[in-house]
Structures are given as C-alpha cells and as structure tokens.
C-alpha cells in the first residue's frame, strides 16, 4: 500500500507514524509499505515498487539487483533511497522523491519477465550503470551481480556485444576486463579499480591465507605480493562482533608476515586516487623485503552465489516457439 492508504487505515497521519514505529508496518520502498509479517522477497519488493512507479518504466540500474533481493540501492543526501528507472526515448516523466529516470530503447533480450512488470536484466543493468556512472560504478555493480549469481561473464559480453550503438558504450566494454566474480563488497570492488585507474596493480579478491601446517588464518579482501588491502565498511564498525571478528582477522594474517592496510569510507571520499595508491604501493614495497616463510595457500572457503541468472523475455519467447 502507498502512504495514503496507510493514513485511511491508520485514520491519521500520527496514527499511521505510529503503526510504522511499533512494528505493525514496514517501508518497502519511498511510500509503499506492507506488514511486518510480510516476507522480504522479490516479489514483494517489486509488487510494492510497482505501485509507486509509473506504468511500462523499466526496473532498471542498482534496483535491478534490488528487486533480486540484493541491499545495494544508493541514497540521495536526504538519505532517501533511490530507484533508478528506464523509460522508452522521448517521454517525459515528471520528477518525484526517491525515482531517478533514464532513457533507452530495450528488447526482449534485455528484459526479465517478473510478477508485475519489467525489471532490466543484471547483464543489460551493468551495461546501463556504465554507460550512466563509468567504470568505477560499473565494475561494482558487475561484481554484485557476478558474485550473487544473478548474471555471468557470457551473458554480460552478450549483452555488451549487440549495444554498439549505444553512448558510452566503450566505457563497459572496458569495464568488463575489470570484473571480479570474487568481490564481496561495492567498496571493496571500488577500492579495487581505484588502484588500477591511477596506474597501479590489480589485486587479487577473496585470497584465502593459511600456514605451514594448513590453519586457515583469514581470508584477505584484496591481496598481492604479500599485501593485503582490507576494507572496514561503517556497518561493520557498528556490529561489535563483526568487528571484533575482522580485528582479530587483521591480527591473524599480520603473523604471517603480510603487511596489511585498512581502508575505510574516509580514504574512499576524503583522499584522491593516487593517495590511496600511494599506501598500497608503500605496503607493497615493506612486503617485497619480507620472506614470509609461513605463508601458504590452500583450499577456497568463498561461498557459492545464492542465485541464478534469470531468463529474459526473449529467451522464454524462443522456448516457446521452439517447444
């Protein structure tokens, strides 16, 4: 339900704040929400979308991979969440809190067939974020959507391949060399091509560390030569055991003589690129004049993506014609 049927139910404005503070209701999305007891799911997230969006607008950008069930929706400086939608070339759309429109012609290959409406494919929303963002931007919603499952490397370059025509397309054509399946954070995905876009190396994601006699010491974000690059997300700080847990992972990897830097939101927005270049090169350079002698590598504890890659409309229209 939007805002005013939550007021008809609740009888006033106050009424229905009430009803949000104690539980009964939750938002969805800007204006839409449900019952407590309501299930978080996809299809409730685009059921509830659907209602405060404009009819035949695509799904489109972070909130393809919203309605899939992935928290990646960015904010806006009231901290409004935002929906980022396209609309066929031409219509004009009168602006409205929390939705950010685009413009752009789909096919059916482009498209996902979902419960009530249209949601852009993870491999054609990678295209877009590109387009729209750059590199950085697309590179962390490839990740996302790799490491989730919801797409693949093959249906990423085949969408790449057919938007030719496109603007902006080369900037997705260079972000595909960039993609990291492995990644488990957007800031970690950023923190990672920020390195390579100032002129420095690429770094491996997700490394598993072990000793000499096979105890797993941690895994590190991002690692090469004996360097690990940690990102300490502003939630994770909050969490005290998530904290106390990646301290102590610091600590582990550190006594195997791995020099390890922390970034964290501060050197993402407050420092340039080629000051957060700048540290890892200098742990680079302490790493190469250790030895390390503990140090092994072994079996891969990264989880398996919870998804799978959807079919598109195209792709259920050609089952169809050929069953």
């Not at 939101?265 to 957060?276: E, H, I, K, N, V």
Request: hydrophobic share 40%; proline share 5%; glycine share 8%.
């Amino acid at each position: 339900m939007v805002w005013r049927e939550l007021v008809a139910i609740a009888g006033t404005p106050d009424k229905a704040r009430l009803l949000l503070r104690d539980n009964v209701y939750r938002r969805v999305i800007h204006n839409a929400y449900v019952l407590s007891d309501v299930r978080d799911t996809p299809e409730v997230r685009l059921a509830a979308l659907r209602r405060v969006v404009p009819e035949h607008s695509v799904v489109s950008h972070w909130a393809a991979l919203w309605v899939l069930g992935l928290n990646v929706l960015p904010r806006n400086t009231d901290g409004l969440e935002i929906i980022d939608l396209t609309v066929p070339r031409g219509l004009r759309l009168a602006k409205r809190p929390g939705l950010r429109y685009h413009s752009a012609l789909m096919t059916d290959a482009d498209l996902l067939i979902g419960p009530e409406g249209l949601v852009s494919s993870s491999a054609r929303a990678f295209v877009d974020m590109s387009r729209s963002f750059g590199i950085v931007e697309g590179v962390a919603f490839g990740d996302a959507a790799l490491r989730a499952g919801t797409t693949t490397l093959d249906r990423i370059a085949e969408a790449v391949d057919p938007a030719g025509g496109l603007r902006n397309i080369t900037v997705a054509r260079t972000a595909i060399d960039m993609l990291e399946p492995r990644s488990e954070s957007l800031m970690e995905s950023r923190l990672r091509v920020g390195f390579v876009l100032a002129g420095g190396p690429r770094l491996d994601a997700q490394v598993d560390l072990y000793d000499e006699e096979g105890t797993h010491y941690g895994r590190a974000d991002l690692f090469k030569d004996g360097a690990a690059m940690e990102y300490d997300g502003r939630a994770e700080r909050l969490e005290k055991l998530r904290f106390v847990k990646d301290r102590s992972r610091g600590n582990n990897i550190s006594d195997l003589e791995v020099e390890v830097r922390r970034f964290t939101s501060d050197d993402m927005f407050r420092r340039t690129p080629a000051q957060r270049l700048m540290t890892l090169m200098r742990a680079l350079e302490v790493a190469a004049r250790r030895t390390r002698p503990r140090l092994r590598f072994g079996a891969d504890t990264l989880r398996p993506p919870a998804h799978r890659p959807l079919p598109t409309r195209g792709e259920v229209g050609q089952a169809r014609r050929t069953a």
